[in-house]
């Protein structure tokens, strides 16, 4: 089939990867300059599966109120006289109770581990590289509260079988040396021995120029405006270079703008933009320098180690697109990550990003049909589309190629 994908962040070209392999005709398009520049770009690097799971729990709405009248708070809800983010937000409330959020859980749970087992065999594969690390994830806590909910987490993760291990303050510094020089007070910590680490926009590049190599065609700088319709198909695309193209088969992959594209053919995802922020420095003293990620729970920020450099990523922000790098924020970053691995990076050098998580209400990424014929959906990743890209890629390929997908969509 000749099929065309509108976006090409990780998503999007990891699943023109499982789309090449099965002798699909594959064109990319995106408006920007090259691949992965969207929520791709830089974010925290994490391939997580083992924090895999939604943001709407029990217990989360108080938070979030609280967290509204913090300055400085991870969380940011900026109301907007905006319908979509009024209705984003009353469903995430109703995905706030137990039942919801085991359920939510459970499906994250079995996407992010399939992706990751599809990542490591492309990686394999194609012998990519793309600054990666296998050395787990460290979640670290600074008060007796936060490592009281870290026990809670880690009953979980012992019932799902995902490995992991309880650490006293004295044990983190077998796993993450540097904190041991920084002292910040820590109350315990959360080491997810089998999560990973890697540069997503790196990854997102190197497969790109795989993929041109396997006679993929990708088109930058090509904004969809629109898709035409006729008899619930979709019949061509047109683009802001005044080009009308046709396909078999459509992919939207375009991250948080899913919905520009789709509500003018009445279909309505809810998947809204969450901003957060990142910084990048390059590793000045190895020795004070995490050695993997390091998960802050006390901040929520994400702290991981990609190659020379170190990234910095955090802060979840509702106030639709608005693409101002807030200062304060980054400052806040800066300050905290300076205080856990002081000396490690030259943070006065640092570059600042923002970019925004394609967050659906429940947790779950959407994937498959769209109730149009021919337009697939692969859209909704949130803070979790790095660890589910290849997954999710790989399942949408399996449905187009009408294979029965490895796991339930
Ligand atoms: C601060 C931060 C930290 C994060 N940390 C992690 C992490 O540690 N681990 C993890 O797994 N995930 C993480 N994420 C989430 C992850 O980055 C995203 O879920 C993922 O990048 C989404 O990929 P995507 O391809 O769907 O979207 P994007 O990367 O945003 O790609 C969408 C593409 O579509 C293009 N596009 C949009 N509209 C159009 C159009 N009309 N025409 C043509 N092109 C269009 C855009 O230009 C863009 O290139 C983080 C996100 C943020 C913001």
Request: aromatic share 6%; hydrophobic share 40%.
């Amino acid at each position: 089939m000749r099929i065309i994908i509108i976006g090409a962040g990780v998503v999007g070209v990891t699943t023109a990867w499982y789309l090449t392999k099965d002798g699909h005709q594959v064109t990319v398009l995106d408006a920007a300059p090259g691949p992965a520049e969207g929520a791709s770009f830089g974010n925290a690097g994490g391939v997580c599966p083992g924090f895999a799971g939604p943001w709407a729990a029990p217990g989360m709405p108080l938070k979030a109120l609280r967290w509204m009248f913090t300055p400085g708070a991870p969380l940011r809800i900026r109301p907007r006289p905006d319908p979509a983010q009024w209705r984003w937000l009353a469903a995430f409330l109703r995905n706030c109770t137990a039942s919801r959020f085991a359920a939510n859980k459970e499906r994250m749970q079995r996407s992010a581990h399939y992706s990751k087992a599809c990542l490591v065999e492309l990686r394999e594969e194609l012998g990519l590289d793309y600054d990666n690390a296998a050395l787990g994830v460290l979640q670290v806590f600074a008060t007796a509260q936060e490592m009281e909910g870290a026990r809670r987490s880690a009953e979980v993760l012992k019932r799902l079988e995902i490995p992991h291990r309880l650490l006293t303050p004295a044990e983190i510094a077998g796993i993450e040396p540097a904190l041991a020089a920084s002292g910040v007070p820590l109350s315990g910590g959360l080491h997810l021995t089998g999560d990973e680490t890697g540069d997503s926009h790196l990854f997102t590049l190197r497969l790109t120029e795989r993929l041109k190599s396997a006679g993929c065609d990708f088109r930058f700088n090509t904004a969809v405006t629109a898709l035409d319709q006729a008899d619930g198909r979709i019949t061509g695309l047109r683009t802001g270079r005044g080009e009308v193209l046709s396909a078999d088969g459509y992919v939207l992959a375009t991250g948080s703008r899913a919905p520009d594209l789709l509500a003018p053919l009445k279909v309505n995802v809810p998947v809204y933009p969450v901003k957060g922020y990142s910084l990048t420095a390059d590793i000045l003293d190895d020795g004070l320098a995490p050695r993997s990620s390091v998960m802050d729970e006390h901040s929520k920020l994400m702290i991981t180690r990609l190659g020379r450099r170190i990234r910095a990523a955090g802060v979840a922000e509702l106030a639709g697109h608005d693409e101002r790098l807030d200062r304060r924020a980054l400052a806040a970053i800066t300050r905290r990550v300076e205080a856990l691995f002081p000396g490690a990076a030259d943070y006065a050098a640092s570059r600042h990003w923002c970019g925004f998580r394609p967050m659906t209400p429940d947790g779950p990424a959407i994937v498959g049909r769209s109730g149009h014929d021919n337009l697939y959906l692969n859209i909704g990743h949130g803070s979790n589309g790095w660890t589910q890209a290849c997954g999710t890629g790989r399942v949408l390929g399996d449905v187009i190629s009408g294979r029965q997908p490895a796991i339930a969509l």
